[in-house]
């Protein structure tokens, strides 16, 4: 697994978070506790779902996944994507571990929106790739932001963290809140017909570390006898 150099920003800001709400939650992925927190850091309060496996104890160096809500994957199971094998990966390896988080963000489509996503998925079905059928709705590539997120393992005490992700803007974000990336560890499941453009585009035009983002090939269709 690659080996980040620890960084982590001097003096961070601090992000303040509310915990809302907090239960015991066993899954088949393993034993849990269920927090929601609220922050209005922003323009816009924000919420966010964590399942914690472990003690959290300052020191101790977790593993995270910071997950964005997609209802067409992780809920109905769709291929065009692949959050729902990147969620359900993430269990099973938070749940295995000693001491983790699971951050689910409601930022359903990159944070357009789940109307939006799906008139996104029309322009899509047209030709254009994710990036061109957000910018045709008027909006950017990705809307997300990962404050809360950050906020959330501020408020645990998390100095540094093992990071489920391919993505580099969650790293950037993480260490502006001092936050240190101890190790990026890969997060890739198998690519599908259904997800090729979707993965490329995520590698060649976000920049996310993805080794797999390649074409399956097909299988030749067999010959009719006549």
């Known amino acids: 697994m690659p080996k980040a150099k620890p960084t982590r920003r001097e003096n961070p800001p601090t992000i303040h978070v509310h915990k ?25 309060p924000e919420t966010a779902v964590v399942l914690v496996r472990g003690k959290p104890r300052v020191g101790r160096v977790p ?7 997609c209802l067409t994957g992780d809920v109905f199971a769709s291929l065009r994507c692949d959050c729902r094998e990147q969620l359900e990966m993430a269990l099973a390896q938070v749940g295995a571990s000693d001491y983790g988080f699971v951050i689910y963000e409601p930022q359903e489509g990159r944070g357009i929106g789940l109307m939006n996503k799906l008139a996104a998925y ?4 047209s030709g254009s790739d994710t990036i061109e059928a957000n910018r045709q709705l008027g909006f950017e590539a990705d809307m997300r932001q990962y404050t809360l997120a950050a906020g959330i393992l501020q408020h645990y005490g998390v100095k540094s963290v093992r990071l489920l992700s391919n ?3 969650k790293i950037q974000a993480l260490e502006r809140a001092g936050i240190a990336i101890r190790e990026r560890v890969p997060i890739e499941g198998k690519p599908h017909r259904a997800s090729a453009r979707y993965l490329k585009t995520k590698r060649e035009k976000m920049g996310h570390l993805l080794s797999k983002a390649v074409r399956p090939k097909l299988k030749p269709r067999a010959k009719h006898k006549n």
């Not at 593993?63 to 809500?69: A, K, P, T």
């Not at 029309?122 to 079905?125: I, V």
């Open 167 to 169: 993505n580099p803007d």
């Open 122 to 125: 029309q322009l899509q079905d």
């Open 63 to 69: 593993l995270v996944r910071i997950h964005s809500q």
């Open 20 to 44: 809302v709400a907090e239960a015991d939650f066993p899954t088949r992925f393993g034993q849990f506790r269920i927090c929601g927190f609220s922050s209005t850091n922003g323009a816009t």
